[in-house]
């Protein structure tokens, strides 16, 4: 009797599974291509884009195609940024990365901003706010922030996620949504007073290839920094288990970085461990799982009465995350080893204008609000492209 259901079932199971496959391959490349229709009066030429048309290339990259993979770049470009003692240097001595009870809020804060930059967009009241606060924030450091390291900066964010796709992905990025990263970048970077920042990717590369020849070199800061940064990415793991996830996190940063940051070579294994698990993932997304339909929902709506957001999830501290039953519970009759949701962790939500360090958020106020106005202003003409120069500060 099995052996007669066997032999009938057996050619559905197979013809439904080769449908599937075959289904995935179809579907797979198809929201490239419908981009690609879209923009084609770009594709000869992508440096003709507007910073608006980069701007919806790259939301269908970050939140349809590579969600994980331009986070989880992002994230390590921020590692990769402390091999440059200039900076750590400022970061060690304002002690917001090196104190324990402040480099979740800060980590936490910059995820923030940065999303709302990404994907509510530098236009937008939310995206403009955030922009404003960033610009204040740099503003507070004066000269100590100089021109060449933010761009240093700006690129990692513009490279690192790129190389990240291009290594690990099931696809590489095409030109098209190369460019738009650089597009929508360099103009974030006119709005917060850049100069000088490079026309092409070709160029870009070259500027950071010259720029981090002479000063990516080790300095104890960025080590401080590196061990503060890694100390919080395991700060959730059990005890004998973050030495290993350290030695796993070091395959993550590019062997002529380690040493800059005072980080050990890891062994060969378990370089070539991550290497094959990043290799499995990219087989069974290209060849297995369908595409997303539609866009990730990251973000939250304002509530309607406040104006304050909340977000959906964390990495590292509950920050702007509401609190519910369940961790209610877990707060007050169960214990919890893991922070939660709280009025501590400004449970009610954020206004874009208050990220940041909290004795800022009242000071900051006023001149964030002006800024955010000043660049709602700039952008309707045109913004740098139409300006022909740099975001000036305000206040």
């Given at each position: ?14 013809l ?6 075959l289904?995935?391959?179809?579907l ?26 980069a ?14 993979m331009?986070?989880f ?20 001595q304002?002690r ?17 901003l ?31 922030i ?8 700006l690129?990692?964010?513009?490279l690192?996620?790129?190389?990240w796709?291009d ?11 190369r ?16 100069r000088?920042?490079?026309e092409?990717?070709e ?19 960025n ?19 973050q ?12 062997p002529h ?13 378990f ?18 799982l ?34 519910d ?15 939660l ?30 800024e ?24």
């Amino acid at each position: 009797m099995w052996n007669l259901v066997q032999q009938q079932c057996s050619p559905w199971i197979v013809l439904s599974l080769g449908a599937y496959l075959l289904l995935v391959q179809l579907l797979r490349t198809r929201n490239l291509r419908n981009l690609h229709e879209k923009h084609a009066q770009y594709i000869p030429n992508p440096y003709s884009m507007d910073y608006k048309t980069a701007h919806e290339i790259l939301k269908n990259t970050l939140l349809r195609e590579f969600p994980f993979m331009h986070g989880f770049g992002t994230q390590w470009a921020l590692v990769k940024s402390y091999g440059i003692a200039s900076g750590t240097k400022l970061l060690v001595q304002t002690r917001r990365l090196t104190t324990p009870s402040k480099v979740g809020k800060r980590s936490e804060d910059t995820g923030v901003l940065l999303g709302e930059v990404l994907i509510s967009g530098i236009d937008s009241p939310r995206g403009r706010e955030a922009l404003a606060k960033m610009n204040w924030i740099h503003r507070q450091y004066g000269a100590r922030i100089g021109n060449d390291e933010m761009i240093h900066t700006l690129v990692l964010f513009v490279l690192e996620p790129q190389r990240w796709v291009d290594c690990y992905e099931w696809r590489t990025l095409s030109e098209l949504e190369r460019v738009a990263y650089f597009v929508y970048w360099r103009e974030i970077g006119s709005r917060m007073g850049m100069r000088g920042i490079p026309e092409t990717l070709e160029d870009l590369r070259c500027w950071a290839h010259s720029f981090e020849k002479t000063h990516m070199v080790y300095a104890e800061s960025n080590r401080l920094c590196t061990v503060a940064t890694m100390d919080l990415f395991v700060r959730g793991l059990p005890g004998f288990m973050q030495d290993f996830a350290k030695t796993v996190m070091a395959c993550f940063l590019e062997p002529h970085v380690r040493p800059t940051l005072g980080v050990k070579e890891p062994p060969p294994a378990f370089v070539a461990g991550v290497e094959w698990l990043f290799w499995v993932r990219r087989m069974v997304i290209r060849w297995l799982l369908l595409p997303r339909f539609h866009d990730m929902s990251i973000l939250s709506s304002p509530d309607q009465d406040t104006g304050r957001i909340n977000r959906k999830a964390y990495l590292f501290e509950p920050w702007y995350v509401p609190e519910d039953t369940w961790s209610t519970v877990r707060k007050k009759l169960l214990g919890s080893s893991r922070p939660l949701p709280g009025p501590e962790y400004m449970s009610e939500g954020y206004l874009p204008r208050e990220l940041g360090p909290t004795e800022y958020k009242e000071r900051s106020k006023e001149p964030v609000e002006r800024e955010a106005e000043e660049m709602r202003q700039y952008a309707l003409k045109g913004g740098a492209s139409g300006m022909g120069c740099p975001f000036s500060f305000g206040g």
